[in-house]
């Protein structure tokens, strides 16, 4: 089944024009998520879940918080392989998603509901163990959304804190210890920011 779920994914790129991983991994059977900073044409946060073999991924464009009362815009784009979890480095300009991409967070996912049918009712509940993201999460489907693929990203009052005690939480990456800026000098690229 994840490679069904690949085709869009696997239609947007070119295997030999890009680093990124073309899947054929199995899922963990653990459940696992990622946030990846991602400075494409606007630098944005991806949010990715493990469902089904795949990493069910939205793009979050004005980053996430930790604070319960935000809510954030989460765009669901096409779901990606399971090697993406550790990926990071430079998409090449002119590819799609071209532009540098960090491992901000990483850890645990548990789904505290059935995520097959959440997905399907547009209903996510789950738990984020990671180690900057701590605590229970809820992805709500815009019903009124121009595309469909508009949710909402919201952090439940129950359980967890984010690392730092003002809330904030630090922009490199949990992998290279680099920022974004730091990787596009490294790779020779650009940072639009």
């Known amino acids: 089944m994840p490679r069904k779920k690949l085709e869009k994914y696997r239609e947007k790129r070119a295997s030999e024009r890009t680093p990124e991983p073309f899947g054929g991994a199995p899922g963990t059977g653990v459940g696992v998520f990622v946030v990846q900073l991602h400075a494409a044409t606007r630098l944005h946060y991806d949010l990715r879940l493990e469902i089904g073999g795949v990493l069910v991924s939205w793009a979050v464009p004005r980053g996430i918080s930790a604070d319960p009362a935000d809510r954030k815009l989460a765009v669901h784009v096409e779901d990606h392989p399971i090697e993406y979890i550790e990926f990071e480095g430079v998409i090449p300009a002119g590819e799609y998603g071209g532009g540098e991409m960090i491992v901000w967070d990483i850890g645990?996912?548990?789904?505290?509901?059935?995520?097959?049918?959440?997905?399907?009712?547009?209903?996510?509940?789950?738990?984020?163990?990671?180690?900057?993201?701590?605590?229970?999460?809820?992805?709500?489907?815009?019903?009124?959304?121009?595309?469909?693929?508009?949710?909402?990203?919201?952090?439940?009052?129950?359980?967890?804190?984010?690392?730092?005690?003002?809330?904030?939480?630090?922009?490199?990456?949990i992998l290279s210890g680099l920022t974004v800026?730091?990787?596009?000098?490294?790779?020779?690229?650009?940072?639009?920011?």
Do not use: N
């Open 181 to 193: 800026e730091q990787m596009a000098r490294r790779e020779g690229g650009w940072y639009p920011g």
């Open 108 to 173: 645990r996912c548990i789904m505290l509901e059935d995520p097959e049918e959440g997905l399907e009712k547009g209903k996510l509940l789950f738990e984020l163990r990671g180690h900057k993201l701590k605590g229970v999460w809820t992805l709500v489907r815009l019903e009124k959304g121009e595309t469909g693929k508009e949710w909402l990203l919201i952090r439940e009052r129950r359980g967890g804190h984010p690392i730092l005690e003002d809330g904030s939480l630090p922009e490199s990456s």
